[in-house]
């Protein structure tokens, strides 16, 4: 009998892997499944690769079908003001070719001056949308330029999450990628800008944005010359997209500066930021809209100088390298004396060519961003567009919704562990919301940076919760299965386990004596290391609060994916060309601004010219084809103030101003029938601040009563004899039986009853919502006539002499 337990014993010492006798059988998969591990895991591997990408084929679909509420609800037509302008040169691109389109001069616009289209429009959109349609004519797909127009944006926002994925990958691999993709994918913030319809510059330039950041990581963490090459190549594409590239020239220098300071520097860093610099720059040159202003605007002076940094630091690294520390020593400090020389040098140019500008070297909406209040002193065009006003509280929350409140965890996940990806998420994250608290138009650059954190946060507590489960669900099989072992083959086994468990506490007995010395020996050293071990281990959550984390996670998705949905389809799916409004009668559809436009369009000369205030300038070349003094591209601050000018002045003088620039027709917007608050009486202040921006005459003290505007009975005499005031409620007292109830500003208007003299009305629509006068002509002078005049006024009287009647009676 002993030989038999000697030779177990013996037997059990020659199987290592096998703890003892009551499991035999679990041992031996055990080995079986680590030697078979690699091909398991890769065909895990592949299955995974295989399900994300079917993931992201159902998160495209997603993206591009929550933009067609616009197309099912109302019709496939081009939303909001700047897209029709877009449309227009698309449509121009299409039918002379590309090279008509750089030598486009446009003489329907900003009349008499013109405009040069190829050499003041971002072509990126253009380029891409004409692009599109090429190709699908090619393929015999005939749409019309106008369809395509109109679904660009859905298709690039499907592109746009899918960057998403990738850049979020880099970050936090795989999981977080595809939640900051579906998220992406529904945000309100840039379904707002990207519904079909919204053919505008961040509709492509958003996927641009976050591709050129993905390619960046990409080169960050794998030091590719490759990457570094698509990265700018990428960059130039944002450069012919949108103006909002400065915002990636300067953030990816200061996540570079960053690494430098935090003494972070690799040769992938450099690999990542000096050929963007180089070969990037030269591509932004290229553009003609950018042109030199790539290297002689503010803008992009943050990355020269990092250029030099970073240049300093890759030559230090490299005699250190060389050297012996002594020897480093005196090699550093001459480094670095000459590279403060030369940056002293660089920034001394800098600020040279700085101070010769009147704005420092900055374009007016920069000056803005950096001083919240530049705007509203010196530039009232640029604080007068709505979406450059800085954001309330209660639109983070429509824009972003729960999002808001999971930032904050994906920074803390981010910072576990901190690697130079996550810190240029960080970094990308704290720019964006200082930007976005500025201007509420760049809460579409926040969107993106919020998904990706809260993808990232999404993802770890979700990996947290399952882990928690799965090991709490484990633990159990195992005290299962101990259990069933005991009770069931424990009857052959358990002799010969209990006589080794009693041969094993002898032997441990035994060995006590000269093992109690050594323990208080190794106590010192075995506590640090277990500690180590304990805080390596991943974090367990008990399994009822597992579980109720991820029931409040599931509760979080279901309603953004609800708030989602309803604010595309309800609060961006409307195109301001068309207004819709609900009553107790039903759905009310407002078509007044394609019914004045085609009203322009028949009813008008094709050499005509409308005047209007800038909002509407794109529309009525586009939509009217008629010549406009300004439109919405803002260029000519002069040339806008004497149109608000005009619109400030009295009747006569209005008059004047308007055939001097051989003006036809008058364009207001009215929406005080009808409720329809975004009209010209609502914008009339901002006509007065800009106008009296550039003709001192014009103060807007006049227009307002003890500061109030007002246009009821208290409103001052130079508000009520405006041109603007009379154009808009010209016969409104016809509408209500006398009242002349304003529904907008919720009062009766002041002045009711008058007649105008130096024009008349040609057309108003339906709702009244658009009115179109025409200038009268200029009345013949009838030779008898003025000598009997001239007659009369020398023979009055003194008092009737010093009266000047005007010579258009």
Not at 121 to 145: D, E, F
Not at 592 to 602: K, N, P, Q
């Amino acid at each position: 009998m002993k030989a038999l337990i000697d030779s177990e014993i013996s037997r059990a010492h020659t199987k290592p892997h096998i703890r003892g006798f009551r499991r035999p059988l679990m041992a031996v998969p055990v080995d079986g499944i680590i030697k078979q591990s690699t091909p398991s895991s890769s065909l895990r591997f592949a299955f995974g690769n295989v399900l994300a990408f079917f993931i992201l084929l159902l998160i495209g679909v997603l993206a591009f079908s929550i933009r067609l509420f616009s197309v099912i609800k109302y019709e496939s037509v081009i939303h909001e003001f700047d897209p029709y302008f877009n449309y227009r040169v698309t449509q121009f691109l299409t039918k002379n070719g590309i090279y008509d389109f750089w030598n486009w001069f446009d003489d329907r616009t900003w009349y008499p001056l013109g405009r040069v289209i190829g050499g003041t429009v971002y072509p990126g959109l253009t380029l891409t949308a004409g692009t599109i349609w090429k190709v699908l004519h090619s393929l015999n797909i005939p749409l019309s330029v106008e369809t395509v127009c109109v679904f660009t944006a859905p298709v690039f926002s499907a592109f746009a999450a899918w960057a998403a994925y990738l850049l979020t990958k880099e970050v936090k691999g795989t999981g977080a990628g595809l939640t900051a993709a579906v998220l992406l994918a529904m945000v309100p913030s840039y379904i707002s800008r990207s519904v079909a319809g919204s053919y505008d510059n961040e509709a492509v330039a958003i996927f641009a944005l976050i591709f050129t950041f993905y390619l960046y990581i990409k080169t960050l963490n794998t030091g590719s010359l490759f990457y570094a090459t698509l990265n700018s190549i990428s960059y130039f594409y944002m450069v012919c997209s949108w103006g909002g590239y400065t915002f990636i020239i300067n953030l990816i220098p200061m996540h570079v500066l960053l690494c430098i300071v935090t003494g972070r520097y690799s040769s992938r860093l450099y690999i990542a930021y000096a050929p963007l610099v180089v070969l990037g720059t030269l591509l932004a040159a290229l553009v003609p809209v950018v042109g030199f202003n790539a290297v002689m605007t503010s803008e992009h002076f943050a990355s020269f100088l990092v250029f030099i940094v970073i240049h300093v630091v890759a030559l230090a690294y490299y005699i250190k390298g060389m050297l012996s520390p002594k020897m480093f020593k005196v090699a550093a400090t001459l480094v670095i004396s000459v590279g403060l020389v030369v940056c002293i040098g660089v920034v001394a140019v800098l600020v040279a060519v700085v101070a010769s500008s009147p704005t420092k070297g900055w374009s007016g909406r920069s000056l803005s961003l950096l001083d919240p209040t530049y705007a509203s002193k010196y530039i009232p065009i640029i604080a007068s567009v709505s979406e450059h006003q800085p954001p309330t509280w209660p639109s983070y929350f429509m824009d972003i919704n729960v999002l808001a409140f999971l930032v904050p965890a994906g920074i803390i996940a981010c910072f576990s562990p901190l690697s130079d990806a996550s810190s240029f998420v960080i970094l990308y994250l704290v720019m964006s919301v200082y930007f976005s608290g500025v201007m509420v138009r760049l809460m579409l650059v926040f969107a993106p940076a919020a998904c990706i954190m809260s993808g990232i946060a999404l993802s770890e507590a979700f990996d947290v919760c399952t882990r928690s489960i799965k090991y709490y669900i484990s633990k159990l099989s195992e005290s299962l299965q101990t259990d069933a072992g005991d009770i069931v083959p424990g009857n052959n086994t358990s002799p010969q386990s209990d006589v080794i468990k009693t041969d094993k506490k002898d032997d441990l007995l035994k060995e006590r004596p000269s093992r109690k010395n050594k323990k208080k020996e190794k106590e010192n050293i075995e506590k640090p290391s277990v500690k180590s071990k304990t805080e390596k281990r991943p974090l367990v959550l008990p399994v009822e609060a597992s579980i109720f984390a991820l029931f409040l996670i599931i509760l979080l998705a279901a309603f953004y994916v609800i708030h989602s949905v309803w604010a595309a389809a309800e609060a961006y799916s409307a195109p301001s060309i068309v207004l819709t409004s609900h009553s107790h009668d039903g759905l009310h559809v407002f078509d007044d601004f394609r019914e004045a436009y085609a009203w322009l369009s028949h009813n008008t000369e094709v050499d005509d010219k409308v005047a209007s205030w800038w909002d509407y300038g794109y529309q009525t070349t586009a939509m009217a084809n008629r010549t406009v003094i300004v439109d919405n591209n803002t260029w000519n601050n002069t040339h806008i103030a004497t149109v608000g000018t005009a619109m400030s002045s009295p009747e006569k003088d209005a008059w004047q101003i308007f055939n001097s620039l051989d003006v036809k027709y008058v364009l207001v917007v009215f929406g005080g029938l009808v409720g329809y608050p975004s009209d010209d009486i609502n914008k009339f202040l901002w006509m007065v601040r800009i106008g009296g921006g550039v003709f001192p005459h014009i103060k807007e003290p006049d227009y307002l009563r003890d500061g109030q505007y007002r246009i009821d009975s208290q409103a001052t005499p130079t508000m009520l004899n405006s041109l603007m005031y009379k154009l808009s409620y010209f016969r409104f007292v016809e509408t209500d039986g006398g009242k002349g109830y304003d529904r907008v500003r919720r009062t009766e208007i002041g002045k009711k009853y008058f007649k105008l003299t130096h024009f008349e009305e040609v057309f108003t629509t339906h709702h009244w919502m658009v009115r179109i006068y025409k200038l009268k002509p200029q009345r013949n002078r009838i030779r008898g006539k003025t000598k009997k005049s001239k007659s009369k006024t020398t023979s009055a009287t003194p008092r009737s002499g010093t009266t000047k009647r005007n010579p258009w009676h």
